[in-house]
């Protein structure tokens, strides 16, 4: 642990600066129409918005909802027996009423031929647990209808729920494509989290049926789950039938288990459950780091057109491409991965430590796999830059035209190091969303310019705003991120909430009638989008508004930090309006938090973004919390500074290396101690 004073702010220690323009990075086609976006536009606009470039078009889509959701569901030619009449008959946020005559259903749609031919590749999946596997459109077809004969001989109908701790493995896909078919309800959870975890989710939605596995390779290691899948059996009441597929061990038993052979082991017709618009399709969970896990339930209807204008516009993707985004089945991302058929495209899967045998895996798998648009955190990157591999040069990635970030904001280095490292020509593409919508709301387009270090731009249909203290919109400055128009993949609920309480608490109460995501956003007069952090974490110095996203673009790429976690602890005399800003450190293998390395750290952020932002103490831990998704715990951190008991502040279950807080508990008692 180190500790050093820093020096007072300086006079231009102003976070609302102007900042240099950030150089261009990639570039849109001279002609829009070489482009599905373009040709939409084109196509559905008036001819001002056709005329008049991007954010012409994104005014449009937000300005007239009605009329842009429902030119989506005709470009995308949705799979319905009945006609979709009014797209929007209530704008009421929260309460939106969508589509209210048509009648569909996810699978049937994702299953169409979609421009495929029946023999092509749809899944394409690598796992280190088993070898590789593939399905072609058919085959898929074949094993969801075999699975859906299944869950219906064990009685799954409408209504009804279907849960997996399954990995991110083409039978999960099959399942869920099968459960979606029937009108029943899918939660997924992945076979890392412990079984508190697994409880605190699935008992909240009951599920009639279970399925798992017997346990799964992390790595090199082989992790038996068979008394963690007993111990969630004998809490889950509702569960009438266990099925198990034998993933470690194919000769595995668990006890009152009915084989994955047995269930997909009779052909069974494809047929759909045609439900309304906002039919529960799955319920997802939000992080659940602190609390019971909010369980969102989206329906078929939103989830089905905002992955369809999300894949087929902004990322232009089709029957010729292939799709992969690492992901466990516990996150948001494998739901959103598993929708690129909608637009035809096909799926890559992976199951496995993307870090085993080093942080080359995942490219070899892109280039094998000939993907053409890869998705990894932003914590991933920063990883592969320390690491100094050099996947465009070691491998052939000529077929990648996109590469995605999420998970947390992709810094400047992040950029850089994705154009020199993976693809000079492929387009960086830095979203920001998240579970309550499962989609991105700000990200890419195809018809937009990418600069360094920011998110291009507000996706079409969704209508987001930064509100000043005083909510107004502002341009150029941070503000709170709003969305003040309704989005269809809205929540339908959140499920159990019959009165609709706590969604309306979680969302709208704070400012009736417009959607508070949490997050700090800056969106620039050229309509590009910087996040900030999370706006429950903000560092405030002496008044002054800190975004926690600024430090870490600036700490991270420091080669010898692994991890940085900060945090702003108010004064303990009313009139010390700084407080005290405390900057922790997890060091890099072989290095140290020692006089030289603070000193770099601190005059790294003097130098980059201002003396404001230099912390009071710096201190060395062995490593920062992160949830199994990647997301730093800054909001428990500071509760457990503050004297709440780790337990209280955090559920372990949640996080990827649950261990790690008990240093932070250990400094502050040690802290209190004197």
Known sequence: MTDREPGPPGPDDDPDRPRREPPVMWSPPTDPTTTRMGRFLQEYAPRR????????????????????????WDEFNVASDTRPGPALADASMPGAVWFPEARINYARHLLATRGRA????????????????????????????????????????RGDRVAAWLPNIPETLVAFLATASLGAIWSS???????????????????????????????????????????VLDALDSVEHLVALGYLDPDAELRHAIPWDELAGQPGDMDFVEVPFDHPLYVLFSSGTTGLPKPIVH?????????????????????????????????????FLVSAGLVGAATIMFDGNPGHPDLDTLWELVADSRTTYAGVS????????????????????????????????????????LA??????????????????????????????????????????????????????????????????PMPSMPVAFWGDDDGSRLREAYFDDIPGVWRH?????????????????SDATLNRGGVRLGTAEFYAVVDPIDRVDDALVVHLPGQDPDDSMGELVLFLAPADGA???????AEVRATLRDQLSPRHVPDRVVAVEAIPRTLSGKRLEVPVKRILAGTPVDEAASRGALANPASLQAFADWAEAERRG
């Open 299 to 335: 329906g078929h209807g939103g989830i089905l057109l905002e992955h369809c204008k999300t894949f087929g516009l902004h990322l232009d993707m089709g029957r010729r491409d292939r799709f992969f985004w690492y992901s466990t089945t516990g996150w948001m991302m494998w739901n």
């Open 189 to 231: 959870v992945a076979p890392e989290f412990g079984t508190r975890s697994v409880i605190d989710r699935l008992s909240q939605v009951e599920p009639k049926v279970l399925l798992a596995v017997d346990g799964y390779r992390w790595g090199d290691r082989g992790i038996d789950r068979r008394d963690e899948v007993a111990a």
């Open 378 to 417: 932003a914590p991933f990157v920063m990883a592969c830059r320390k690491a100094g591999i050099h996947p465009g040069t070691d491998h052939d990635l000529s077929r990648l035209r996109g590469i995605g970030s999420t998970g947390a904001p992709l810094p400047p280095a992040g950029f850089d190091w």
């Open 118 to 157: 029946a023999d092509d590749a749809t899944i394409i999946a690598r796992s280190q647990t088993r070898p590789d596997s593939a399905l072609t459109l058919r085959q898929l077809n074949t094993a969801v209808g075999a699975v859906r004969a299944g869950l219906q001989r064990l009685g799954v109908g």
């Open 420 to 485: 020199a490292e993976v693809s000079s020509r492929a387009q960086i593409g830095s979203l920001s969303g998240g579970t309550d919508l499962c989609t991105a709301f700000v990200g890419p387009a195809p018809l937009v310019e990418v600069r360094r270090g920011e998110i291009p731009c507000r996706m079409l249909g969704a209508s987001v705003a930064a509100y000043d203290d005083d909510h107004r919109p502002v341009v150029g400055t941070e503000g709170e991120l709003v969305i003040t128009e």
């Open 518 to 534: 949490g997050d700090w956003i800056t969106i620039t007069e050229r309509g590009s989008c910087i996040i900030s952090g999370r």
């Open 592 to 598: 140290s938090v020692d006089d030289d390395l603070v």
């Open 49 to 72: 918005v056709a005329d008049g470039g991007y954010e012409a078009a994104w005014e449009w889509s937000t300005s007239d909802p009605g009329a842009f959701w429902a030119a989506v």
